[in-house]
């Protein structure tokens, strides 16, 4: 069973940083793309970003480039998304994406953490 889990969400006050962890089991992402979507209250999932299973090609969202950095480090199982200048527009719970269709970028059809809240207070 595929599994994801997100960790590092919270309350942050705008202009303040966070980093979401995502561990994934038994290596089963290692050769493929893995990304992060939030969903805010009433709102669709979004794309945050996304990155290559090397690592070495990234996208984000117009709303999160220049702030946020994701990463990822196969040998621990582990990818992250570094936040920072936190916005209040920022709020939403954030998700855990893995796609075993793409090794590049992460598709419309991923396998999903059960998502960590983020709140930012103005």
């Known amino acids: 069973q595929v599994q994801l889990v997100e960790s590092g969400g919270g309350l942050v006050q705008a202009g303040g940083s966070l980093r979401l962890s995502c561990a994934y089991f038994?290596?089963?992402?290692?050769?493929?793309?893995m990304g992060w979507f939030r969903q805010a209250p009433g709102k669709q999932r979004d794309l945050v970003a996304s990155?290559?299973?090397?690592?070495?090609?990234?996208i984000y969202s117009d709303s999160v480039k220049g702030r946020f950095t994701i990463s990822r480090d196969n040998a621990k199982y582990m990818m992250y998304l570094q936040m920072n200048s936190l916005k209040p527009e920022d709020t939403a719970v954030y998700y855990c994406?893995?796609?075993?269709?793409?090794?590049?970028?992460?598709?419309?059809?991923?396998?999903w953490g059960q998502g960590t809240p983020v709140t930012v207070s103005s």
């Open positions: 990155i290559s299973w090397d690592g070495d090609y990234t």
């Open positions: 994406a893995g796609d075993l269709q793409s090794g590049v970028a992460v598709g419309a059809r991923p396998h």
């Open positions: 038994d290596g089963v992402f290692d050769s493929y793309a």
